[in-house]
């Protein structure tokens, strides 16, 4: 059975009957993220380009155009699926698409993948719901309308009799598509699966062992390959000499791709083995001496110092400096890719978010036709934006091609912390001014940072909800050799780190209640504000607590969803303690509050991980950290109570993957403060900023 149908895309949907009968629908998922009120099951935003099947048998496959990395893509899309569709849950199985434009954008990032096809996928269960009930009533001879569609099965109403759907693809395929207008869709309160909690769809596999990552992929003489890179951003190999290497049993070749020096042996360690005794003479390039301090002196000097008349006529002027260092992504599996290069094709396994991209470098490298190129998705192990570079594809492609094999590349720990896609670092001079009673009148941030790529924004997330009548925000980027990239929920993690702290040090200065003077400057209709309520009701704000403890409060919106987050933290003897996070989000319509939550839990370990322990150096242009003991994460002993508490919204749901880590950062820093009384404004948080002044 051929799965990628090409269908015009002036059909909003489109039907055929293919070999083995079964019924295969084609829809849109959108390549832009809508609002909440734009996503409406009876909008214009739909192309066919995707695709639900239901095969003779029963099975109903759904076709899963973007990658799992355990934000639950794979769970939640098929339950929306089952609800409108009328399916039995255990019948749905999942394919993940091919690389291939008919799906459209297939970049899993940005926290869209959900709320992009949500409409669109009740569109499609409707659409073949109807059908199949036409089907069932063609065949008894009655009106559709005395028909009903029951878990996987058409009954009519007055007779009992009983079709299962695979039974009914055959005639429903020569049914014509409902328009649009036609569609009846289920209520709310009929939902099965929606709002309900489920596991995910690959836990069984988790648990036995058997779920298959790109680490776990082998082919038939298949060899393995590691790869020495310059250790200073912008170096090359000069030369090198390869004797040793070759000489340690298993070593197979040493060959020279564009990113350096690649070991090919039999497995892994001999090719680690081998790669430990290349004798590699590295031309450093111009950055040899680049160095942290050398980048926040260039971070200083571009920054803007000017300030508006608004700031400069208050009665009372704030001004503060934050700083936030390069922070690498740490995925829990390595880079990894396995490439087949051939002279009449070539097959890719690639745990990517940009499995697009991915083809059209290796039909770049290649030389091949598009078509005879495939790309594999199996899970990965954790994405946080890493893998929408594709560089590890290009070297397992390049070394493929090179040796005529396939291969196998692997990155260690080392390599991943020394050759990643970083977060940029970045400056912020933060200036307000406030009335005489303490009220903001005036809100000024000027930021010095490395784009994540050319002409990229560094203002995500700069835009405060507080009714601030002068804001004002400026940008200026640095030009630098570090590789950076798109980090969870990029720019919107230091910009609510500053924002948030700073606004908690205009309450301060005011003598005003942190929760309160947020509230005071929310309009009633601010969707923030109703989390912000929710987060502090449920932690208890404003109640005692004992000695030695703070609270502190933060709210940002990662593109449309808000978030608030409530921490409790201990500071006793220099030692800190974080007891408990407080989370509320609206994120609309709750598909599976179980996979909210987990979310929510993932991004406010992620964050208060970076908070804690994140920071990328740079000396003599090569990055110092190297292995966990140099780049900690936080670790179960450490792990604070998390409540999560969803905000009940009947609308579409938004994103959820990368939205719990902005806010939990000044939470924290704002805890810390309400107990010491210090103000942290550069992170990570040290030792030093938690002692008492005058130890």
Same mark, same amino acid.
């Given at each position: 059975?051929?799965?990628?149908?090409?269908?015009?895309?002036?059909?909003?949907?489109?039907? $055929?009957?293919?070999?083995?009968?079964?019924?295969?629908?084609?829809?849109?998922?959108?390549?832009?993220?809508?609002?909440?009120?734009?996503?409406?099951?009876?909008?214009?935003?739909?192309?066919?380009?995707?695709?639900?099947?239901?095969?003779?048998?029963?099975?109903?496959?759904?076709?899963?155009?973007?990658?799992?990395?355990?934000?639950?893509?794979?769970?939640?899309?098929?339950?929306?699926?089952?609800?409108?569709?009328?399916?039995?849950?255990?019948?749905?199985?999942?394919?993940?698409?091919?690389?291939?434009?008919?799906?459209?954008?297939?970049?899993?990032?940005?926290?869209?993948?959900?709320?992009?096809?949500?409409?669109?996928?009740?569109?499609?269960?409707?659409?073949?719901?109807?059908?199949?009930?036409?089907?069932?009533?063609?065949?008894?001879?009655?009106?559709?309308?005395?028909?009903?569609?029951?878990?996987?099965?058409?009954?009519?109403? $007055?007779?009992?009799?009983?079709?299962?759907?695979?039974?009914?693809?055959?005639?429903?395929?020569?049914?014509?598509?409902?328009?649009?207008?036609?569609?009846?869709?289920?209520?709310?309160?009929?939902?099965?699966?929606?709002?309900?909690?489920?596991?995910?769809?690959?836990?069984?596999?988790?648990?036995?062992?058997?779920?298959?990552?790109?680490?776990?992929?082998?082919?038939?003489?298949?060899?393995?390959?590691?790869?020495?890179?310059?250790?200073?951003?912008?170096?090359?190999?000069?030369?090198?000499?390869?004797?040793?290497?070759?000489?340690?049993?298993?070593?197979?070749?040493?060959?020279?791709?564009?990113?350096?020096?690649?070991?090919?042996?039999?497995?892994?360690?001999?090719?680690?083995?081998?790669?430990?005794?290349?004798?590699?003479?590295?031309?450093?390039?111009?950055?040899?001496?680049?160095?942290?301090?050398?980048?926040?002196?260039?971070?200083?000097?571009?920054?803007?110092?000017?300030?508006?008349?608004? @700031?400069?006529?208050?009665?009372?002027?704030?001004?503060?400096?934050?700083?936030?260092?390069?922070?690498?992504?740490?995925?829990?599996?390595?880079?990894?890719?396995?490439?087949?290069?051939?002279?009449?094709?070539?097959?890719?396994?690639?745990?990517?978010?940009?499995?697009?991209?991915?083809?059209?470098?290796?039909?770049?490298?290649?030389?091949?036709?598009?078509?005879?190129?495939?790309?594999?998705?199996?899970?990965?192990?954790?994405?946080?934006?890493?893998?929408?570079?594709?560089?590890?594809?290009?070297?397992?492609?390049?070394?493929?091609?090179?040796?005529?094999?396939?291969?196998?590349?692997?990155?260690?720990?080392?390599?991943?912390?020394?050759?990643?896609?970083?977060?940029?670092?970045?400056?912020?001079?933060?200036?307000?001014?406030?009335?005489?009673?303490?009220?903001?009148?005036?809100?000024?941030?000027?930021?010095?940072?490395?784009?994540?790529?050319?002409?990229?924004?560094?203002?995500?997330?700069?835009?405060?909800?507080?009714?601030?009548?002068?804001?004002?925000?400026?940008?200026?980027?640095?030009?630098?050799?570090?590789?950076?990239?798109?980090?969870?929920?990029?720019?919107?993690?230091?910009?609510?780190?500053?924002?948030?702290?700073?606004?908690?040090?205009?309450?301060?200065?005011?003598?005003?209640?942190?929760?309160?003077?947020?509230?005071?400057?929310?309009?009633?209709?601010?969707?923030?504000?109703?989390?912000?309520?929710?987060?502090?009701?449920?932690?208890?704000?404003?109640?005692?607590?004992?000695?030695?403890?703070?609270?502190?409060?933060?709210?940002?919106?990662?593109?449309?969803?808000? @978030?608030?987050?409530?921490?409790?933290?201990?500071?006793?003897?220099?030692?800190?303690?974080?007891?408990?996070?407080?989370?509320?989000?609206?994120?609309?319509?709750?598909?599976?509050?179980?996979?909210?939550?987990?979310?929510?839990?993932?991004?406010?370990?992620?964050?208060?991980?970076?908070?804690?322990?994140?920071?990328?150096?740079?000396?003599?242009?090569?990055?110092?950290?190297?292995?966990?003991?140099?780049?900690?994460?936080?670790?179960?002993?450490?792990?604070?109570?998390?409540?999560?508490?969803?905000?009940?919204?009947?609308?579409?749901?938004?994103?959820?993957?990368?939205?719990?880590?902005?806010?939990?950062?000044?939470?924290?820093?704002?805890?810390?403060?309400?107990?010491?009384?210090?103000?942290?404004?550069?992170?990570?948080?040290?030792?030093?900023?938690?002692?008492?002044?005058?130890?």
């Amino acid at each position: 059975m051929n799965d990628k149908v090409t269908i015009s895309r002036r059909d909003f949907l489109t039907l $055929s009957a293919v070999a083995g009968a079964s019924l295969i629908l084609g829809m849109h998922l959108p390549t832009r993220t809508a609002s909440a009120q734009e996503i409406d099951c009876q909008g214009n935003v739909f192309d066919p380009n995707a695709y639900l099947r239901i095969d003779a048998d029963g099975t109903i496959t759904l076709i899963v155009h973007r990658s799992e990395m355990g934000q639950g893509v794979q769970t939640a899309l098929p339950m929306i699926l089952a609800d409108e569709l009328e399916a039995d849950w255990t019948t749905i199985r999942i394919e993940q698409a091919p690389a291939d434009p008919i799906y459209g954008d297939q970049v899993t990032g940005g926290s869209v993948s959900l709320q992009n096809a949500y409409c669109v996928l009740r569109m499609a269960g409707a659409a073949a719901r109807m059908m199949l009930i036409a089907a069932a009533a063609q065949m008894w001879a009655v009106n559709p309308e005395t028909c009903r569609a029951e878990n996987g099965t058409v009954v009519h109403e $007055s007779s009992e009799q009983r079709l299962g759907y695979g039974q009914l693809v055959e005639v429903a395929s020569s049914i014509p598509v409902p328009k649009r207008s036609e569609m009846k869709f289920k209520s709310p309160e009929d939902f099965r699966y929606i709002g309900t909690r489920r596991g995910q769809i690959d836990n069984p596999q988790f648990v036995t062992g058997s779920a298959v990552f790109g680490s776990d992929i082998y082919l038939p003489d298949m060899v393995c390959a590691v790869v020495a890179r310059s250790p200073v951003f912008g170096g090359r190999a000069a030369s090198f000499d390869d004797d040793q290497a070759l000489s340690i049993p298993g070593v197979h070749q040493v060959v020279e791709i564009s990113t350096g020096i690649a070991v090919i042996a039999e497995n892994t360690w001999t090719a680690l083995q081998g790669r430990d005794a290349l004798d590699v003479r590295w031309d450093p390039g111009d950055y040899a001496e680049l160095d942290s301090d050398a980048i926040r002196q260039m971070a200083l000097d571009k920054i803007d110092k000017d300030s508006s008349s608004a @700031v400069d006529e208050a009665a009372t002027v704030i001004e503060s400096l934050y700083e936030a260092p390069y922070l690498a992504h740490a995925t829990m599996e390595p880079m990894v890719c396995v490439a087949d290069v051939r002279s009449d094709g070539c097959d890719v396994w690639a745990p990517t978010q940009n499995r697009q991209e991915a083809k059209r470098h290796t039909e770049s490298i290649t030389q091949l036709q598009k078509d005879v190129i495939h790309i594999h998705v199996p899970l990965i192990g954790c994405g946080f934006g890493r893998r929408l570079r594709v560089d590890y594809v290009d070297e397992a492609v390049e070394i493929s091609k090179i040796i005529g094999a396939p291969v196998k590349v692997f990155w260690t720990r080392e390599d991943d912390l020394q050759h990643d896609f970083y977060r940029p670092a970045s400056l912020h001079r933060m200036r307000a001014g406030l009335t005489d009673d303490g009220w903001p009148i005036s809100w000024e941030h000027s930021i010095a940072a490395q784009p994540v790529e050319s002409g990229s924004d560094l203002n995500h997330g700069t835009d405060v909800p507080y009714r601030i009548a002068n804001k004002k925000v400026r940008s200026a980027p640095l030009s630098l050799p570090v590789p950076t990239g798109y980090w969870r929920s990029v720019f919107n993690s230091q910009n609510a780190f500053v924002n948030e702290c700073f606004i908690d040090e205009l309450a301060a200065a005011g003598g005003n209640d942190p929760y309160a003077f947020r509230m005071a400057l929310l309009d009633d209709t601010a969707p923030i504000k109703q989390v912000l309520e929710l987060a502090a009701s449920q932690a208890g704000w404003g109640t005692p607590l004992p000695e030695g403890w703070g609270r502190g409060i933060a709210c940002h919106t990662t593109w449309n969803t808000p @978030v608030a987050q409530v921490v409790e933290v201990s500071v006793i003897g220099g030692e800190l303690k974080i007891h408990r996070v407080v989370c509320a989000i609206d994120c609309g319509l709750a598909i599976n509050p179980d996979m909210i939550e987990a979310q929510m839990e993932g991004g406010i370990v992620f964050g208060l991980t970076s908070a804690l322990y994140g920071e990328i150096t740079l000396s003599h242009g090569r990055v110092v950290q190297g292995q966990f003991p140099d780049y900690p994460l936080m670790r179960f002993g450490e792990m604070p109570t998390i409540e999560v508490y969803i905000v009940p919204d009947g609308l579409a749901p938004t994103g959820i993957g990368e939205m719990g880590n902005p806010p939990v950062t000044p939470a924290l820093l704002n805890a810390i403060f309400a107990v010491t009384g210090k103000r942290i404004r550069r992170l990570p948080v040290r030792p030093e900023d938690l002692r008492p002044d005058d130890d």
